[in-house]
């Protein structure tokens, strides 16, 4: 290739395609949106078009898909989108998204799987490996730190190195080493000052070296800052299209020596391979004629929109006490009918807003779903309450106070089933929400209903978490999210029991927005965003200030029960083999953040057996989580996520499950030694079926080495005392200072919090100021090489401009 030529390929053709080197056989090809769906826009391909796409299988959206807590059956929907993908001549979805929820308030909410990046990461990783088994690429996003709307494409996330380690980038480590993605997006944000498409450290030293990235980095569509520093920093391409003004400036930095061949060389090449990779793919399906099995994958998003239904409460009702859920079909009839009670069972909420708005294939409402299901004649509708998309539709000119009266009387004395949730306005890509609530007119219908009916269901739907306080009007309650084109059927398959809910809560449904310390940051202001609350989101966040919540994270019901027994520990040996049941196991010292093997060396596996106790046949999510008992050097929370498992029983049935538990399960990033270290001490792993419903708890001790600080000229006394190698200088050149002080506890504790180079400085010491600068010289070069504190990248954050 020429240079022109190589430089040519590092930008896009127009908005949607990837520049072609004809006389080398390299093809033009077409990226798109995703994530939960194609959207290929149909015109065009020169400019965006949000509401002009080619119709495709609308799934359900990542706030779903994360709630199954089934990598096996989001496996099965990334298949699905690799089909289409490729059956509509496309190389690459954009997508999925994995940013943590670190608030509920982020208007893209409902394209995140999860506030915990385990549950993030697994998930993710099988919507990966699905799309690209098909042949086309997946593109992860958006990395990194890009947890709200809000100034999205300027603001700076201030994140610490230890939260950006153990809750930001996990998620995109797993499956960047678990999957290989063929693409990364990187985010229009700043992480600690620096642009996100900019950042060598988060571009290449992490991507690349530590995680072993072998794709193209893409940017966010207008997210390049500067383009020379973002292709010298790891940023391959550019989207959209320049005009060809960023192609010249890397041609005209190369040839000034500003930038070297080699690294154009590089990005051209990993962009050649990810569209030489998928041309077969495409090719084969032109050659099948580009068609996919469209009614399947209906099917498929109507099983995992029930699947990633929540059913979050399900109480008794009426003189036999039986619960809520599920409603027997053949008990309505055209005399005693069901009330169903909700302008979204006409007109749905089914997709977000933004970028991934698809068109879909077919469109299910859950008035025709339960329709279909029980007869016309057996199924009351009332719409309720007002919708702004619903303008035009019969009785949208009442007021809201007749609406409202109508739907009480269709209600009186029956079995009310209510949809409520979030309307489209509330939430969307570009912006963010100001609270939580759900429309006042929709909260008086609940609690006007439940006066009335001899049973209330309600059905939330809306990507995100919403205030439940008015819960207590509902006899059962659930959360349905954005379930795609079929999640209407799939409302009437929960409710009259066709199929259970099985879906578990991938986010904390708080009480209120004052419970999550993320708030009081959020969304920050000047540009500049500081996430104060560290590592502490979401469960973590209120487990540790011990608050009250709406529903736990990992929460959810079903139409049957289950009990946990045998839950206990097996240790696994160096040689791999199951040697004995365990409550203690010996971790390793620290582990560098590039060492896979090492962080994945397995200590114990936790097993137990899982029974249905119930009638029907069900799922079930078990939960494992490992919590720091005791004093600790850091804060930590009470328990964190550390495995799961989701097992299907008939009625009766048993099964054992086993979850491993590795040495970076029981890692905290320490920022000082820049590596994942394991804190020796007491632990308690936790086996259950959500983060407040653990009822085994296993005791555990753990060793391991204590990490080595690097000896700095203002370590304190004491840690010069606990260091291997200056302590044993500092016993011998202080030592009359040090036996006069150990003979008053206090005096000793109280200098010994003391950097040692001030406490040198007073007058009595056995060392001067010269003399101890001496010291930390041979004790340095006694120690080798240390990191300090800030050093590197990762380290201390920049000052505020």
Known sequence: MTLEEKASLTSGDDFWHLK???????????????????????TATDRPGLGDSVPATCFPTAATLGSTWDPELIGAVGRALGAETAANGVAVILGPGVNMKRSPLCGRNFEYLAEDPLLAGRIGAALVAGIQAQGVGACLKHYAVNNQETDRMRVDARVSPRALREIYLPAFEHIVR???????????????????????????????????????????????????????AGLDLEMPASGGRTDARIV??????????????????????????????????????????ARAHHALARRVAAEGTVLLKNEPVGPTATPALPLAAGSFTAEHPLALIGEFARTPRYQGAGSSVITPTRLDTALEGFIQALGEDAVAFAPGYHLAEAAGKEGQEL??????????????GATAVLLVGLPQIDESEGYDRSHMAIPTEQVE??????????????????????????????????????????????????????????????????????DLPAQLNFPGHDSVVDYGEGVFIGYRAVDAMERKVAYPFGHGLTYTDFTLSGVHMRHVGDTGEDTAEVRAVRAR???????????????????ATVTNTGQRPGAQVVQVYVGRTGASAIQRAPRELRGFTKVRLEAGRSTG????????????????????????????????????????????????????????????????LGHPVGGPLMEQA?????????????????????????????????????AYRALLDRARAQEGPAVEPGDGPGGALPPRD
């Open 20 to 42: 072609a080197i004809e006389r080398l056989g390299i093809p033009r090809i077409m990226v798109t949106d995703g994530p939960h769906g194609l959207r290929k826009q149909a």
């Open 178 to 232: 678990a999957v290989q993605p063929w693409s990364l997006m990187c985010s229009y944000n700043r992480v600690n000052g620096i642009h996100a498409s900019e950042d060598p450290w988060l571009l290449s030293t992490v991507l690349r070296q530590e995680w072993g990235f072998e794709g193209v980095v893409v940017s966010d569509w207008g997210a390049v800052n500067e383009r020379v520093p973002g292709l010298a």
């Open 252 to 293: 005209e930095a190369v040839r000034e020596g500003r930038l070297a061949e080699a690294v154009l060389d590089t990005a051209a090449e990993r962009i050649t391979t990810l569209i030489l990779r998928t041309a077969a793919a495409l090719e084969s399906a032109r050659a099948a004629g580009g068609g996919y099995d």
């Open 399 to 412: 007021s809201a106070q007749v609406l409202r009266a109508n739907a009480v009387e269709t209600a009186r």
């Open 445 to 514: 219908l609940v609690r006007a209903v439940s006066q009335v009916a001899a049973a209330t269901i309600v059905i939330v739907v809306g990507g995100s978490a919403v205030d439940l306080s008015w819960d207590g009007a509902a006899d059962a309650l659930a959360i349905a999210w954005l379930g795609g084109q079929a999640g209407g059927s799939a409302i009437a398959d929960v409710v009259l029991g066709a199929q259970a809910p099985s879906g578990h809560l991938a986010e904390t449904l708080p009480r209120r927005l004052a």
């Open 589 to 607: 010292g620290p582990v560098s953040a590039a060492d896979a093997e090492g962080q994945a060396r397995v200590l114990a596996t936790v097993r």
């Open 657 to 720: 499950v086993e979850l491993a538990l590795t040495q970076r399960d029981l890692s905290f990033w320490d920022e000082p030694s820049q590596a994942w270290v394991v804190e020796a001490g007491r632990y308690e792993v936790s086996v259950g079926f959500s983060s407040r419903d653990l009822p085994a708890v296993l005791p555990l001790e753990v060793q391991a080495p204590a990490p080595v600080r690097g000896l700095r000229l203002d370590s304190t006394l004491g840690e010069w």
């Open 734 to 770: 202080l030592a009359g200072t040090l036996a006069r002080l150990r003979q008053d506890r206090t005096t000793f504790e109280m200098m010994s919090a003391m950097p040692a180079n001030r406490l040198v400085a007073m007058p009595g010491m056995d060392l001067d100021p010269p």
